[in-house]
């Protein structure tokens, strides 16, 4: 298979923990005969600082040439809290969320033995943990119109919009994903309270007609955010809109012990996009000790979504989870000789 593979390191820790990630997908690729063709480019404040802007037109177009998008962070702490600052890198990643139609965001949530304890929850709640949140990612307050100020500023507003056709389109995503694995989906909303919240539950409600095999569930936002708390296990496969999505799976992601491992893809209209869930960590930058996993099972999520190439997928997980077994790791989940981002990565290949 011969596939053009599209890099955007960014911010923080992004291009070390990405350069782990493309070592991997390049052993892949010698060892069972496929041509990635790896090619980079600028976003997020690297952007800002080489072109003035954290989605360059030039990315975008590099993206809309390329199967599948690998990319690591965005986010640069000389951007917080600064009013001179015209343009934020997080602008970037909305530009580019919105210009690549990258509708369903999907996060898994599964736990590893040998980072259980570092999870602030029992693991009699984590054990056996496994579902994916799907979080609607360009549609609602995020991006609804009108927003802004009033003229005297004093009053700001944001807009929550959701069309039947954006409910559609993820949902038919969240619901195929639900027929693969233990057929449940739980919708997230406030249908007690919003009118969009009323789509969504009206419009899955007809949709579900068409997948037998899958039990719909609903349950309010305030509800969920405790159940995933005090018990996970029942998840499946949770839908919810942007905002909701966002606040959610980053409370999912202490369940696991360390956001060091978890991954996410970006489902596209066209080209999708891979990225580890931690963000550019700006702390940890330059120093090689990044936990190189969830950009690795990034990778993972790309070969298997955007290329279809499972066995391949499985092979590097495998390698992961042997690392792991034998108590490699780097020095969030690790305490005696902790690796560095790099070794990991290393043994992680050769383990392939
Ligand atoms: C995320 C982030 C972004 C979001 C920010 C950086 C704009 O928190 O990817 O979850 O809110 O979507
Ligand atoms: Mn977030």
Not at 235 to 250: C, H, Y
């Amino acid at each position: 298979m011969k596939k053009t593979i599209a890099v955007l390191p960014g911010d923080g820790v992004g291009p070390e923990v990405i350069a782990e990630a493309v070592k991997v997908l390049k052993k892949v690729a010698q060892k069972y005969k496929h041509q990635f063709d790896f090619k980079k480019d600028l976003i997020g404040a690297a952007a800002i600082d080489k072109a003035g802007d954290p989605f360059p037109p030039k990315t975008h177009k590099l993206c809309l040439e390329s199967d599948a998008i690998l990319f690591g962070a965005i986010g640069d702490p000389r951007f917080d809290n600064n009013p001179k600052a015209k343009v934020r890198p997080e602008q970037g990643l909305l530009s580019m969320r919105k210009a690549l139609g990258l509708y369903a965001n999907v996060r898994p949530i599964t736990t590893f033995k040998t980072t259980m304890t570092k999870s602030p929850l029992r693991p009699e709640i984590t054990q056996g943990v496994d579902f994916v949140v799907i979080r609607e990612l360009i549609g609602g307050i995020y991006f609804g119109e009108p927003r802004g100020r009033t003229e005297d500023g004093n009053k700001a507003f944001d807009t929550c919009v959701y069309s039947k056709e954006e409910i559609r389109r993820v949902a038919k995503f969240a619901f195929q994903l639900a027929t693969k694995r233990k057929g449940k989906v739980t919708l997230v909303d406030k249908a007690n309270v919003l009118a969009t919240s009323r789509l969504w539950r009206e419009t899955v409600q007809e949709m579900i007609l068409d997948y037998p095999k899958v039990t719909l569930e609903f349950m309010f936002v305030d509800n969920a955010a405790m159940q995933i708390i005090k018990r996970p296990i029942e998840f499946d496969v949770i839908l919810t809109e942007n905002m909701f999505g966002d606040i959610l799976s980053d409370e999912a992601s202490v369940i696991t012990g360390s956001m060091g491992m978890l991954p996410s893809a970006s489902i596209g209209e066209k080209t999708s996009l891979y990225e580890p869930i931690h963000g550019s960590f700006p702390k940890a930058a330059g120093k090689n000790i990044a936990n190189p996993i969830a950009a690795i099972l990034s990778a993972v999520m790309l070969l298997e979504y955007s290329f279809g190439l499972i066995k391949e997928g499985k092979a590097v997980r495998e390698a992961v989870e042997a690392a792991l077994t034998r108590g490699w790791g780097t020095k969030d989940i690790v305490l005696e000789n902790p690796m560095s981002t790099s070794e990991m990565g290393d043994k992680i290949k050769d383990n392939i």
